[in-house]
C-alpha cells in the first residue's frame, strides 16, 4: 500500500502543544524542529498500529529523510499541512486537546479500534479515518485526512470510485442496462472510426464473415462484437480488449484480427485516438459523457443516485451503522479535515487555515436541504475550457450546490469511469453556518 506522510506526521503533532504548533507557523527553527519531534513521536509507543506495524513502520519509513524517497521540500510541505490540520482540530474540540493515544488505520486496525471499522452502504471502509484519536476514557474522534498547499488551491477529492460501485443492485438494473448499452455503442463507434481511412487502426479488419468497415455500432449485436474483441499484447502475451490497446506496434499476434494492405499504420497511438474521441469540442459535451448525464438526470434515476453519492462522500449514515451496545461502550466523533500548507524552496512555512467539517454539522445542513430537488448539473465552463477526455457536473439540491463531481476514465476503457468527488464552496458555508462541535 502507498503511505501518505501527512497521516504519520499528523499523528506525530497531535501530541505538541499548541503554543509549539502555533509558534512553528512563523518560526523556521521551531518549525524543522517540529519535524524531528513529530517524527520521534511516530516512533514512540503513544501511536498505535495493528499487529506487525506494517502502515507504522511504512509511514516511518516515507518520512524519515534518511530513508525516504520522498524530497525534502514534499516532506516539510508536508508538516505544514499537517500543524494546520492539527491546530484545526483543536479549535473544533470542545473536550481533550492532546489525545492520549493516536490509531493509525490501513489495511488492518488495531484491536482498541477495530469497533469503529464498518462495512456498509456498498464499501468496506465506510469509516475513513486515516488517524483516530483517543481522548479520555473511551472518547475517539476519527479523523479523515487531506491538505493542500494554499487557501484558494482546490480542495482534494474525497472519494475516487468507478461509476459501477454507485449503482449495484436490482434497483439499478434497467439504469445499468441503459448506460452499458450507450458506452458500448459509442467505444464500438470509435473502434470503427480508428479501423476506417486515415485511422491508426487502418490496416486491421476482423477476421470471418464481417470486416469492420461494414459493421454498425449502432446495431447492438454490431456493437457487442466490436466491443468484445480481444487482441495479443506484445509486452507480456496476454489478451486484452481491443478498446484498451496502445497503438499498433503493441500488437503481438493479429489475433481476430486480419491486417489489410495499405497505408503505414498512422502516426497518433490508438490510446490518444480514444481519448481525443472523449473530448469536448465545438462548445458541445461529448456524446458518450452527454448520455451518462442524460441517464442519471432521469427521474427514476437522479435521487437514488444523488442519495448514494451524498451518503458515500459525506459520511452521512456513518453514526448510523453503530449499533446502541456500542454507544454504551464508547463515545466517537468524526471530522473531514483539510490542512492547509506548504514550504518555500528554503523550508519556510506557511501554514494557513485548516477546514475542518464536523459529520454532525454536515448531517444538519443535509436534513435542511433533504426535499429539495436532486439536479445533476453540467459545469460547462470546466468541461469544455480544458479540452479533456472528462466532464465536470455538480449536484445540487434545489438551488444549493453540494458536490462537485469529476467523470473520467483511468485508462480502462473496458470499465465504467470513474467518479471523483467533493463539497463544494458553498455548501461548506452552509456546513460551517450551523457547525455544532462536538
Given at each position: ?6 497521516e ?15 509558534e512553528?507557523?512563523s ?23 495493528a ?19 520522498k524530497k525534502?521540500q514534499?516532506?516539510y510541505?508536508?508538516l505544514?499541512?499537517?500543524i ?15 489525545p492520549?493515544?493516536?490509531?493509525l ?7 482498541d479500534v ?12 465506510y ?9 479520555n ?7 479523515s ?41 459509442f467505444?464500438?463507434?470509435v ?9 491508426p487502426?487502418?490496416r486491421?479488419a476482423?477476421s470471418?464473415n ?12 454490431d ?16 489478451p486484452?480488449?481491443?478498446i ?10 493479429p489475433n481476430?484480427?486480419?491486417?489489410q ?23 458541445k459535451?461529448?456524446?458518450l459523457?452527454?448520455?451518462?448525464l ?19 462522500v ?12 456500542f ?5 466517537f466523533g468524526?471530522?473531514?479535515t483539510e ?8 523550508l ?5 487555515n ?9 448531517m ?7 426535499k429539495?430537488?436532486t ?24 438551488d ?14 473496458s ?5 471523483f ?11 460551517k453556518?450551523?457547525?455544532?462541535g462536538?
Open positions: 500500500m502507498a503511505f501518505e506522510p501527512s504519520g506526521l499528523y499523528a506525530g503533532l497531535s501530541f505538541v502543544p499548541t503554543a509549539d504548533l502555533t512553528a507557523k518560526s523556521d527553527d521551531k518549525f524543522k524542529q517540529l519535524y524531528f519531534v513529530a517524527l520521534e513521536n511516530l516512533k514512540s509507543d503513544k501511536v498505535l498500529d499487529a506487525g506495524n506494517a502502515t507504522k513502520n511504512g509511514m516511518i519509513k516515507i518520512i524519515d529523510l534518511d530513508t525516504s524517497s525534502p514534499d516532506i510541505g508536508d505544514a499541512a499537517s494546520s490540520a492539527v491546530l484545526g482540530t483543536r479549535q473544533k474540540l470542545r473536550k481533550d486537546k492532546i492520549s493515544k493516536v490509531y488505520t490501513g489495511n488492518k486496525w488495531h484491536p477495530e469497533p469503529f471499522k464498518v462495512k456498509a452502504f456498498g464499501m468496506s471502509d469509516n475513513s479515518s486515516d488517524v483516530i484519536l483517543k481522548l476514557g473511551n472518547d475517539y474522534v476519527g479523523i485526512l487531506k491538505k493542500k498547499p494554499k487557501a484558494k488551491s482546490a480542495s482534494p477529492t474525497l472519494i475516487n470510485n468507478a461509476f459501477s460501485a454507485y449503482i449495484e443492485g436490482p434497483k439499478f438494473k434497467l439504469t445499468r442496462d441503459k448506460l452499458n448499452d450507450h458506452r458500448i455503442k467505444f464500438a463507434g473502434i470503427k472510426e480508428a479501423c476506417g481511412p486515415g485511422g487502426l487502418e486491421f476482423i470471418g464481417k470486416k469492420i468497415s461494414s459493421m454498425n455500432p449502432n446495431n447492438k449485436a456493437a457487442k462484437a466490436l466491443w468484445n474483441m480481444r487482441v495479443i499484447r506484445k509486452k507480456d502475451g496476454k486484452i480488449p481491443l484498451n490497446l496502445k497503438s499498433e506496434s503493441d500488437l503481438q499476434d481476430g484480427l486480419i491486417k494492405s495499405g497505408n503505414d499504420p498512422s502516426q497518433v497511438s490508438f490510446r490518444d485516438f480514444v481519448n481525443e474521441k472523449l473530448q469536448s469540442t465545438g462548445g459535451l461529448n456524446p459523457y452527454q448520455g451518462f442524460d441517464i442519471m438526470n432521469q427521474d427514476d434515476v437522479k435521487d437514488s443516485l444523488g442519495d448514494i453519492l451524498l451518503t458515500r459525506l459520511k452521512l449514515g456513518l453514526m448510523e451503522t453503530f449499533t446502541l451496545d454507544w454504551d461502550k464508547y463515545e468524526f471530522y473531514l490542512g492547509v500548507g506548504t514550504v518555500d524552496k528554503n519556510s512555512p506557511n501554514v494557513g485548516a477546514n475542518v467539517l464536523d459529520v454532525h454539522s454536515i444538519i445542513a443535509m436534513a435542511n436541504l433533504s429539495e430537488e439536479k445533476m448539473v453540467l459545469d460547462k465552463q470546466k468541461t469544455l475550457s480544458k479540452n479533456a477526455a472528462k466532464v465536470f457536473f455538480t449536484l445540487s439540491k434545489g444549493t450546490p453540494v458536490l462537485d463531481i469529476e467523470l473520467r476514465y483511468k485508462g480502462d476503457f470499465a465504467f469511469p470513474q467518479f468527488a467533493g463539497i463544494t464552496p458553498e455548501f461548506k458555508e452552509m456546513i453556518e450551523g457547525d455544532i462536538i
